[in-house]
């Protein structure tokens, strides 16, 4: 099996799981809440008629959301389990949307349109291993002014060990391979003891550059000290909604945020 598909194998697996969570809460989705977040709505602004591809959309929640706002939505994810669900909530809840299967590299065997905004978000690009490609892949589907947006955690938390002391490389890192014993949300007790996570650190430069490297410029880079996520070890919230590191406090960036235009 090679390291793309041990990926999706796992993340059937987790699949499962989160669409049960409450982290994701489908609950309160299926109730008109969204599951975005602050920061990407405000940075993101009117999405309203405009075109959107999201990769790797897991089981679509942050696309349907967007859906919910108005725009006109396609997911890709290599998870099938995630497509499954994700065309699911689509029919169920009766939200336009498109979900393709795919690996993020293999996507125009099976993509063949334009967008005005591509979307990319948490705990995303640390599945793929060859960010100018990945680069690439974005300028190729959108539309001449076109919007890429993407939010991240940070790559300096990758090198935090369990003890929140630097233990790995802040720079791009070999293949890092960990068997998958439990997710990151509450309902996490993974049956299958043979799945493999396999994930690529990414420095910020490698990020940029890859980007500018597609013909893409930069309109912003944000970088945050808090996640709003509590899915790493050692965080404590510091405001509602706001988790910081419990060792260092804000004095390290936790996430960042990135959009850029296509001339
Ligand atoms: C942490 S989730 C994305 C988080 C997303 N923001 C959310 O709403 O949960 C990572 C997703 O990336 C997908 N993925 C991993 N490697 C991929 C690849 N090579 N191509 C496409 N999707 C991939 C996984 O299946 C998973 O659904």
Redesign the pocket.
């Known amino acids: 099996m090679d390291n793309?598909e041990h990926?999706r194998e796992s993340?059937n697996e987790l699949t499962a799981l989160h669409a049960e969570s409450s982290f994701y809460d489908v609950e309160g989705f299926k109730n008109g809440k969204t599951?975005l977040n602050h920061i990407e709505i405000k940075e993101l602004g009117d999405v309203k008629g405009k075109k959107l591809l999201h990769l790797?959309c897991?089981f679509g929640?942050?696309t349907l959301s967007l859906a919910r706002q108005g725009a006109e939505v396609v997911g890709?994810?290599?998870?099938d389990l995630?497509i499954q669900k994700a065309n699911d909530l689509s029919h169920e809840l009766d939200i336009p949307a498109k979900f393709v299967r795919?690996?993020?590299?293999d996507i125009e065997k099976v993509l063949d349109e334009t967008f005005d905004i591509v979307y990319v978000?948490?705990?995303?690009i640390n599945?793929?291993d060859d960010l100018d490609k990945w680069a690439k892949i974005i300028s190729r589907y959108l539309k001449p002014d076109g919007m890429f947006y993407m939010v991240e955690f940070h790559p300096f938390r990758y090198m935090l060990n369990e003890e929140s002391e630097i233990h790995y490389s802040y720079f791009k890192s070999k293949p890092f391979e960990t068997v998958v014993e439990n997710s990151y949300t509450e309902k996490s007790e993974i049956k299958n003891k043979d799945l493999k996570h396999i994930e690529w650190h990414h420095s910020l430069s490698e990020v940029i550059n890859s980007l500018i490297g597609s013909g893409l410029k930069i309109e912003f880079l944000n970088e945050f000290s808090y996640q709003i996520y509590n899915c790493f070890p050692n965080l404590v919230e510091d405001e509602e909604g706001k988790w910081v590191s419990e060792k260092y406090g804000n004095k390290i960036p936790l996430m960042y945020s990135i959009k850029a235009k296509k001339d």
């Open positions: 793309f990926n993340w599951s790797q897991h929640l942050d890709v994810d290599i998870s995630s795919s690996n993020i590299y978000s948490y705990g995303a599945w793929l």
